[in-house]
Every structure is written in C-alpha cells, then in structure tokens.
C-alpha cells in the first residue's frame, strides 16, 4: 500500500508562515508584478517609465529605485509589463513625485493638504418644432432656464421681409447677434 503525501514538506510549510518579508521578496522574483492582469495599459502610459533614446526602455522602479523599493533589478522592460505592474501609475495622474500610501515616510496629512477642482461641462441643444407658437415656447423656455440660474452668452435673431410689388419684389434680411464680451462669472 502506497503512503500518501502532501506534496510539501513540513519545512517547506514552516518556511512560508515563519520567513520574513525579505527572505519572501528574495525568494520571489516576480514581486512587484502580479500574477493577475490588473489593466489593459502598457508602460508608454506611465510616469516611471524612462526612455533611452538608442536604448530599451527602462522601470524607474525597477532599475534606480529596485533596493528602495525591493524589487529584482531589471536593465530593461517589456512595454507588456504595465499589465501585470502593481506599481503602475497612469501619465493622467501626472508626474507628481508624491508617495504612495504604502510607502514609508508616507503621511495621511499629505491628504488633507491638497485642494481638488472639477470642471464638467454639459451642452445641450433644444430645438422647437417651427409652428405658430414657437416664438411663444422658446420665450416660456428662456424664461425657464434663466430662473434656474442660467446667463445668457449670445443670442442670435433674424428678421426676413419681403416686399413685392408688380415687376418689383425686394427681400431683406437682416442678423442681429447680441453676445457679452470677456468672460462670464457665475
């Protein structure tokens, strides 16, 4: 009869609970990268990325920071990387050199000192169907809007007369846009 094994031994095991996290990070050269696709990003879009001009692209993580980091150095990467990267930062972060959370030194006050603007812009275009009451519904919707809060920019009006006459017709046109220079403050 045959003995079943675990397939480890009991100093294997031991080892895993019991190393520290430098004997881990030794033992483990994938760190810094995980085994899961976190993104569909590739290194060109993010701000560790170094380029060499004649040379492969360079991780500032992973090449003049790997001992701060503790990470295996690498002379060059794989555009691929960003894939698996747990270091990634996107360039739509911007090249900020402030610390990650999980960096020593890091400071929850740092938070607290930044300031966060956010602009949304929203166009709409509204159009009425040309019958007798549109002059009416278009006055009832400026009306509307102007209570809400809106201002008005520019407004566009035109003005088409004709006159005719026996072997005389004369028709004029006529645009008036009325608009408010420099910016508007709300």
């Not at 050269?29 to 085994?35: A, D, I, K, L, Q």
């Amino acid at each position: 009869m045959q003995k079943k094994s675990l397939g480890r031994g009991l100093e294997e095991i031991s080892n895993i609970f019991l190393s520290t996290d430098e004997e881990r990070k030794e033992k483990n050269m994938t760190y810094g990268f995980s085994p899961l696709a976190l993104r569909e990003d590739s290194c060109a879009s993010c701000t560790h990325l170094l380029e060499e001009p004649f040379g492969q692209p360079k991780c500032r993580i992973f090449s003049l920071e790997s001992e701060q980091y503790g990470v295996k150095n690498i002379d060059s990467i794989a555009i691929s990387y960003a894939k698996n990267c747990e270091y990634f930062r996107p360039i739509a972060l911007g090249k900020i050199d402030t610390p990650d959370a999980d960096e020593p030194g890091y400071s929850h006050q740092a938070e607290n000192q930044c300031e966060v603007e956010e602009s949304v812009k929203i166009r709409r275009t509204i159009a009425y169907q040309n019958d007798e009451k549109v002059q009416q519904n278009i006055r009832r919707a400026l009306s509307r809007h102007l209570k809400q809060g809106f201002a008005i920019r520019r407004i566009e009006l035109k003005k088409i007369e004709e006159n005719s006459e026996p072997r005389n017709r004369v028709r004029t046109e006529e645009d008036v846009t009325i608009f408010i220079k420099g910016s508007l403050s709300t």
